[in-house]
């Protein structure tokens, strides 16, 4: 039997209804470089399960799994070691089916393990309170800033040099529609963040200064000084965490004077899985709760007495709120926050740090062995586990080198900044316990020839 959802009647009459000459025009806000104008070359129009199966198998032998071969990439995805707890907990049916917790009386499992992710996130990051996750660190990001905008009720936002540029790019996008303000920078090469220049750029009109921390670039920004200055100004201070096992050595931003901290959660539990999904993670200070996004799990006591878990606090969309909800662009990565808070719980406070200490031992030997092959020079003076280095060459092209000797070799500055051209001799190394001297080595030996 063939399924066909929709007759072209039926289109015809939806399209009246909402006022579109042709199903083209509801893509118009997609730029038209990036629309298929003729079916994908290579494809069929349709095949058996099998011949699908097969093809597919055949693209799939051409990946490079991460730890089959010496990997040194970063750049907000990174590869822990995950034990397999992990994957086994996640693929229990009562998780792994399990949707929106609507109903307290028959969702306590689920609305439990959100209540202590929630109190892990916020121990992390060192906030009173942390929701039940978004759906990943980028559109975190911008939720905080539209959050900032909400409670101060200004529009212009400070975005610092070291902020992820995929993160740039995801709050310039949400940016068109709401009106806010983007103050932009791109990051230079140089070993220290200029936090000076950052706090610079706060006046009266700043609802928000954005910080990466570590940044895009491996460096330790001072965040007491930017949040001081940001505080002074009545705007707040918001802490991107895009690399989380680095608070298990670092101060926390919260501590430190954040207002919010947002981050991405996939370092801890997750995985890379190609580019998703990840977890979004989020945190303020208590104050701030109204104007959080998505949702808040509370523990309460029943009329007998026995505690019990709740949704306190939807602000969703699809919730009661409609069009007053703080967002509708904050999905719960239900599964990816268990996966995380299965890991953490599975780590403990001592694990998080002895985790963290690895990777930077790991980091630091590889910078160290990296800074004295030919032509090689380590920006960074402060780092946690990753760093940039300079090259003499052009870094897309030494990446692609490196891969042809089976080493994954880092992230080059200039697929990050294409339109940055003094960033095309970086390249992103980062570090983590899963790095082993071998990996070192051949990391070092691959990169001396592809520069002879």
């Known amino acids: 039997m063939r399924y066909l959802p929709l007759t072209d009647a039926d289109r015809s009459a939806m399209l009246a209804v909402i006022g579109a000459g042709s199903i083209d025009e509801l893509f118009a806000d997609v730029p038209e470089q990036a629309r298929l104008t003729a079916p994908i070359a290579g494809l069929p129009n349709h095949a058996s399960e099998m011949t699908v199966e097969r093809h597919m198998a055949r693209l799939s032998a051409n990946n490079v799994a991460a730890g089959s071969v010496p990997f040194f990439l970063g750049a907000g995805a990174y590869r822990h070691h995950i034990p397999a707890t992990v994957d086994h907990m996640i693929q229990r049916g009562e998780f792994l089916t399990a949707y929106t917790p609507y109903q307290p009386e028959i969702a306590q499992g689920t609305l439990q393990v959100l209540f202590e992710f929630q109190t892990q996130v916020a121990r992390l990051f060192g906030t009173d309170i942390a929701n039940a996750s978004l759906y990943d660190g980028s559109t975190a990001c911008w939720e905080a800033i539209a959050m900032a905008g909400r409670i101060t009720r200004r529009n212009k936002a400070v975005l610092s040099g070291g902020l992820h540029p995929h993160y740039v790019e995801t709050s310039r996008t949400m940016a068109k529609f709401t009106g806010d303000v983007l103050d932009i920078s791109n990051p230079e090469l140089v070993a220290d963040p200029d936090d000076d220049a950052v706090i610079a750029k706060i006046d009266g009109e700043t609802s928000c200064v954005v910080v990466q921390y570590p940044d895009v670039l491996g460096r330790i920004p001072d965040l007491a000084a930017i949040a001081a200055a940001a505080q002074a100004k009545g705007a707040l ?62 523990e309460t006591i029943d009329a007998d007495g026995k505690r019990g878990f709740v949704l306190t606090l939807s602000t969703r969309e699809q919730h009661i709120r409609r069009e007053k909800a703080t967002s509708n662009i904050c999905t719960n990565s239900g599964l990816c926050a268990l996966a995380f808070s299965v890991h953490m719980t599975l780590l403990g406070g001592a694990g998080l740090a002895n985790m963290a200490k690895l990777s930077h031992l790991r980091a630091k030997q590889t910078a160290e062995r990296l800074g004295k092959v030919p032509g090689v020079a380590v920006v960074n003076r402060h780092y946690f586990n990753e760093f940039a280095v300079t090259l003499p060459k052009d870094a897309r092209q030494v990446v692609r080198n490196l891969a042809d000797a089976q080493v994954l070799g880092g992230v080059s500055l200039g697929r990050l900044y294409p339109q940055v051209d003094t960033l095309s001799g970086g390249l992103l190394i980062a570090a983590t316990e899963c790095t082993t001297e071998d990996d070192i080595a051949a990391l070092a030996t691959a990169l001396e020839e592809v520069l002879a």
Do not use: H, M, N, W
Not at 254 to 262: K, R
């Open 237 to 298: 201070l918001i802490a991107v965490v895009t690399e989380p096992v680095a608070l298990g050595l670092l101060e926390s931003p919260g501590s430190l004077g954040a207002d919010i901290v947002v981050g991405e959660g996939q370092a801890i539990g997750v995985g890379l899985q190609f580019g998703g999904p990840y977890l979004g993670l989020f945190g303020c200070r208590e104050k701030f709760v109204r104007q959080i996004p998505g949702r808040l799990c509370g």
